[in-house]
């Protein structure tokens, strides 16, 4: 696409990105939405600006929905997405755009952004710290709740959290089940303040009990979606009766089935009767006779969650066989009712299969709007949550290349001399760094240069069951292994060590993590444009050995392009914020220095690569239009009734 095409591309990628910079970051103002209804919900959520947005050209409608997509996917990033699509956008059409862009976008990802990510913004990670979710929610809510709010919800979600996954082994599975049934899990009470909100034990039903008889201590419980009361006959089958003694006999017979039903379930020691159908009369004055509590009229969704919990699936209709066994029943500890303000509900705790622990938030706030407002950013916050535990796949040509370097004994051995040795490991300089030219000879005389002499190098070694990071540094004479975080093996789990030096297992170990992932599980960055400043640095270090001028242009653009985040975050700092932080960290990044660290929190890495990825892929998509044809109405189906004989 030519720089003329980038035009109108350019314009509305603003338009979309000045609607949505304003809301950006922890010091970011609200927008205002007007309901259908006349209702007006004060916003941050960049999702909801977008969809609240009534957009005309279709370039934009698709930018608004990419970005809704990506927020879905990673809970996270829908504002920083319109803001780097505009700015990537504009690079582009400053550097003149071209035919070649889409491939040089596909060769900068393959080439440029991937080694930049592996070798140069892994050595900055850090694993995530363990037990304090706080330090990764109450960051990611300051982007969409007030000061407030966020710091009471963070606590909220962070205890929910641990309370539904005691261990850390059991919080992958537990946030998957949060996030996929969080509007079960939680009960929204409108006209109490946000400190009211509890987390209880068990689930709350919102519907209240058709007929409630206590019970002390463990029940069971059974599952049923159809209704109790039989049928005079079956679905289609017609039913014909002669008289009314004939039609009062059937009744009779009915409500004998219906007791020996709650006969068969006490018996059973069912005490409670779950169930999506609404049930007669006759089947609730059944049950309060026979001590069986009742709740009717569930949804699907309440039915699905327990049913997930418990390993219990609904119970099939009795039919004519009353003596078939009752084998499958939830374990209930206890069922009570609950009254919140003016609804009463009804609360039971189920014994899980599963090592999910279920537990239930109580939201309270003062309008339904604002508790609408912080269940969706829990929601969301518990499928940023998620991603934190997930890995970056590599390419299959990096794959084949590790494996090559695994498999050559002259690329995975260090060959070293006696010298060599004493450089490495006892550092037997007059001075205590070892100095560029010694790595430079030390790199010269194996066969594949291993060390960068411009930088200290991340080298990460998977054995076994755990991930270590090694971290060869060129003024020091020891190696830090730091073990990070891994999935199912214990998030408390975080320690560090200092060993010697192995002269054969650490190029082995380069090779079989490259080959395996770009990114590990659970790296974290602090918030606050670390990640994007990083980036930035490695992108344009890489490009400079690119061969291709079209993918050194794109990975420029790229780079200046990430800048535009930090950039809207520190708009409403301190003066010249942004150019002090900026500066600070380059210059700390070209002297091989500690970056600055600021308390803010942390933020998924995964979060913000995959917030990269489907930028260029959305950039992509959109220099592949050719045409755009606008349609104001539906094509008319023309039916053709003329057959070759009318000719």
Not at 178 to 197: N, T
Not at 242 to 267: F, H, N, P
Request: with cysteine; aromatic share 6%; net charge neutral.
């Amino acid at each position: 696409m030519a720089a003329a095409g980038l035009e109108p591309l350019c314009q509305e990628a603003a338009a979309l990105a000045g609607a949505v910079r304003g809301a950006l970051g922890p010091r970011g103002g609200r927008a205002l939405l007007l309901r259908p209804s006349g209702e007006a919900v004060p916003t941050r959520d960049g999702r909801r600006l977008l969809e609240a947005l009534s957009l005309e050209p279709p370039a934009a409608r698709v930018m608004a929905a990419r970005a809704c997509s990506h927020r879905a996917a990673t809970g996270d990033g829908a504002k920083s997405f319109v803001v780097l699509l505009a700015a990537v956008l504009g690079g582009l059409r400053a550097a003149g755009g071209g035919a070649g862009l889409r491939r040089a976008l596909r060769d900068f990802e393959a080439q440029v952004l991937e080694r930049a990510a592996a070798r140069g913004l892994r050595r900055h990670l850090r694993p995530a710290p363990p037990g304090q979710l706080e330090a990764l929610l109450e960051p990611y809510l300051a982007g969409r709740l007030g000061p407030g709010e966020r710091q009471r919800l963070a606590r909220l979600c962070a205890e929910l959290c641990r309370r539904c996954a005691p261990t850390a082994a059991a919080r992958p599975q537990a946030l998957r089940l949060l996030g996929r049934r969080f509007p079960e899990l939680h009960a929204a009470v409108p006209g109490l303040p946000l400190a009211s909100s509890r987390v209880l034990p068990g689930i709350v039903l919102r519907r209240d009990f058709a007929a409630y008889c206590p019970a002390d201590g463990e029940l069971r419980a059974l599952l049923v979606t159809e209704p109790l009361r039989p049928a005079l006959t079956a679905p289609g089958v017609e039913f014909v009766v002669d008289s009314e003694g004939q039609y009062q006999a059937s009744l009779r017979w009915i409500t004998r089935r219906t007791e020996a039903l709650m006969k068969r379930l006490q018996s059973n020691s069912v005490k409670l009767l779950l169930s999506s159908a609404k049930q007669e009369e006759v089947v609730i004055y059944y049950a309060k006779l026979y001590g069986v509590s009742v709740v009717e009229c569930l949804s699907s969704e309440e039915m699905a969650l327990i049913s997930e919990i418990t390993g219990v699936s609904p119970y099939a209709s009795f039919g004519d066989n009353m003596d078939r066994e009752i084998t499958e029943t939830a374990v209930v500890t206890f069922c009570l009712p609950l009254l919140l303000i003016s609804k009463r509900c009804v609360h039971i705790g189920f014994s899980s299969v599963y090592a999910f622990q279920p537990h239930c938030l109580i939201l309270c706030g003062p309008v339904d709007g604002v508790n609408e407002q912080h269940a969706a950013a829990l929601q969301e916050a518990f499928t940023m949550l998620q991603q934190v535990f997930k890995t970056v796949d590599q390419r299959e040509e990096w794959k084949a290349e590790g494996e090559s370097q695994s498999e050559a004994p002259d690329v995975c051995t260090w060959h070293f001399s006696a010298t060599q040795k004493q450089l490495v490991t006892e550092n037997t300089c007059n001075s205590n760094q070892v100095s560029e030219c010694q790595l430079k000879a030390l790199s010269d005389e194996t066969e594949t240069k291993i060390l960068d002499p411009d930088k200290s190098d991340l080298l990460v070694h998977n054995q076994k069951n755990h991930s270590t990071a090694v971290l060869v540094a060129r003024n020091t004479d020891v190696v830090t292994v730091c073990e990070c975080l891994h999935v199912g093996k214990g998030l408390e789990k975080t320690c560090c060590h200092i060993v010697p030096f192995k002269q054969q297992e650490s190029c082995v170990g380069i090779a079989q993590d490259y080959s395996n992932s770009l990114i590990e599980a659970g790296p974290v960055l602090p918030v606050g444009g670390y990640f994007e400043i990083l980036l930035h640095y490695y992108i344009q270090d890489y490009a400079k050995q690119c061969q291709q001028s079209e993918v050194t242009v794109v990975s420029n653009v790229v780079a200046d392009a990430l800048l535009s985040i930090p950039k809207a975050l520190y708009r409403r700092a301190e003066r010249d914020g942004f150019t002090k932080f900026y500066l600070e960290a380059i210059n700390s990044l070209r002297k091989n220095q500690p970056l600055p660290v600021n308390n803010e929190g942390l933020e998924s890495v995964y979060c913000k690569y995959q917030l990269v990825i489907s930028v260029l892929h959305c950039v992509t998509e959109l220099l592949s239009v050719d045409l755009i044809i606008g349609i104001r109405r539906p094509l008319q189906r023309i039916e053709d009734c003329e057959s070759e004989n009318d000719f």
